[in-house]
């Protein structure tokens, strides 16, 4: 397989209405608008996407309209679960609805050792053969993180073509730079390390802020991705106050705030998540307005 999902993928949140039932319209919309601004990838599923709390019929409702409103971008669905034989069905499905690739984060709660890591995306390359798969990295929550050492044999199943890197490590992420073989693709799992990623050899981002701001997130990562540093860090240093906003409570509550406060979408999250507070409300329309992205 040769080198993929370089560049700027969004990971969608997935819009809710008030009394929590999925809101199809406002995930359309927000499809649309982040491919107008010029990502590159779209991953629907993932953390942001509240991908736990929902069902098997609303997962395939969000793949499908997905797809439909890509306009030839590549789609990316989110396939992650703690229990194995889960994780191989939910990626067999994304590749019978025609998704473009897997996100797969490594299991959570159960703390898998490395072999155990191994066996796990093993089962879900098995599962959908030809699919690839992006491997998910992100220990603060799911408590075990893919070491170099891991990853080094991770890259040895062929569908496993590219690492989300969310550790905010960067001694990590220059370890897996250095070593990232032919065909392999690194990519920042946060966007406030993306501009460090990619100088030490990350070649792509997996975006929250960019469900706000696609087309400023697609100038800041293409000036990195070109070695124009002083683009990127104009463009890095007018988002960062948003970028830190948007985690301030567990990402996607802050997100789902800052879509109400620009009209993109309501702010209803599914428990166990609760609506932001008011102080973070607070700072994320002062930011808004710092990052250009005020209603």
């Not at 002062?286 to 990052?291: D, G, H, N, S």
């Amino acid at each position: 397989m040769t080198r993929m999902f370089s560049g700027l993928a969004v990971a969608l949140a997935t819009p809710f209405l008030e009394d929590g039932a999925l809101d199809l319209d406002a995930f359309r919309r927000l499809v649309r608008h982040v491919v107008k601004g010029g990502v590159d990838h779209l991953v629907v599923l993932g953390t942001t996407g509240e991908s736990p709390t929902l069902s098997d019929t609303e997962r395939d409702a969000l793949i499908e309209a997905c797809l439909e409103e890509a306009q030839g971008h590549s789609v990316i669905v989110g396939a992650g679960s703690n229990e194995t034989a889960r994780t191989a069905a939910l990626t067999r499905r994304a590749q019978a609805l025609g998704a473009d690739g897997a996100l797969i984060v490594t299991p959570y709660y159960n703390k898998p050792t490395p072999k155990g890591l191994v066996a796990h995306y093993s089962e879900a390359a098995n599962a959908a053969p030809g699919l690839p798969i992006i491997a998910y990295n992100v220990p603060g929550r799911t408590g075990v993180n893919i070491t170099p050492a891991t990853l080094a044999k991770l890259w040895e199943i062929p569908q496993v073509v590219a690492v989300k890197e969310s550790t905010g490590n960067l001694a990590q992420i220059s370890e897996i730079a250095r070593t990232l073989p032919d065909g392999k693709t690194l990519l920042s799992g946060d966007d406030n390390m993306a501009l460090p990623s990619i100088a030490v050899g990350a070649t792509g981002l997996v975006s929250v802020i960019a469900n706000l701001l696609p087309a400023e997130t697609k100038v800041l990562v293409d000036a990195a991705l070109k070695g124009d540093l002083a683009a990127a860090q104009r463009m890095h240093y007018r988002l960062l106050p948003l970028m830190d906003a948007l985690f301030l409570e567990s990402s996607p509550i802050p997100l789902k705030a800052a879509l109400k406060l620009t009209g993109q979408a309501g702010d209803t999250v599914r428990l166990p998540l609760v609506n932001a507070e008011p102080a973070t409300v607070a700072r994320l329309t002062e930011t808004l307005k710092l990052a250009g992205a005020a209603r």
